[in-house]
């Protein structure tokens, strides 16, 4: 069974970059695509990114100058970084394995907070 | 870019039928995937390329779609039913996934 966790600070300061981390087991992070997700208090779900074993990315255009998404197969995980946050990034965020002969995701993790407050 | 429109809420009695609509041009050519978000959980795949069932979720569930408008039905909706539901599809041209805003299903 394919499992996803995110770990990370729940506390980043204003202008800090946030760094998340999914640590993936019950799949090889060679042979799909992982994406990130966030949800912001009470809002719907925004797309982030995604990334490929490879070290292929595409991202949000919203949070593209912004964002860094990394896989580490060594370690069957993968990355977030975003970087001068605000409080406007405050939102749990989720990694996800995307199926990419259907497009949909189909693996979650359980998602984490992350507030941005000095 | 593409747009998916979906109605913020929908209310119906336990033991009915829930339909809950996404919006899209001319989504029906679209695959469409449908997720249900309980509060504080992760979202969960209900429905996939338009009308198929992961593992584990109740036939209950089912989705259509043509022309501008597909459709996640829920029959004998129970009250384990209530959460957010999004629909999803892909967009090509930019290769990054589109959701709708979300519709929160209320069990009476």
């Known amino acids: 069974q394919v499992q996803l966790q995110e770990s990370g600070p729940g506390l980043v300061k204003p202008s800090d970059t946030l760094s998340l981390t999914c640590s993936v087991s019950?799949?090889?992070?060679?042979?799909?695509?992982w994406s990130w997700f966030r949800q912001p208090p009470g809002k719907g779900l925004e797309w982030v990114g995604y990334?490929?074993?490879?070290?292929?990315?595409n991202y949000n255009p919203f949070l593209r100058s912004r964002v860094t998404i990394s896989v580490d197969t060594s370690k069957n995980q993968f990355s977030l970084k975003l970087s001068s946050v605000t409080a406007a990034d405050t939102a749990v965020y989720y990694c996800a394995r995307l199926n990419k002969n259907w497009d949909f995701f189909d693996y979650w993790g359980q998602g984490t907070l992350v507030t941005v407050s000095s | 870019s593409y747009v998916l429109t979906q109605p913020p809420s929908v209310s119906v009695a336990p033991g009915k039928t829930a339909r809950i609509t996404c919006g899209g041009d001319?989504?029906?050519?679209?695959?469409v995937h449908w997720y249900q978000q309980k509060p504080g959980q992760a979202p969960v795949l209900v429905i996939y390329y338009h009308n198929d069932r992961p593992s584990g979720i109740p036939e209950r569930f089912s989705g259509s779609s043509s022309g501008n408008t597909a459709t996640l039905t829920i029959s004998r909706v129970e009250g384990g039913d209530e959460a957010d539901y999004y629909c999803q599809v892909w967009d090509s041209t930019n290769d990054q996934p589109v959701f709708g805003g979300g519709t929160k299903l209320t069990v009476l």
């Open positions: 990334v490929y074993h490879s070290g292929s990315t």
């Open positions: 019950g799949a090889s992070i060679s042979s799909d695509y």
């Open positions: 001319n989504i029906g050519s679209k695959s």
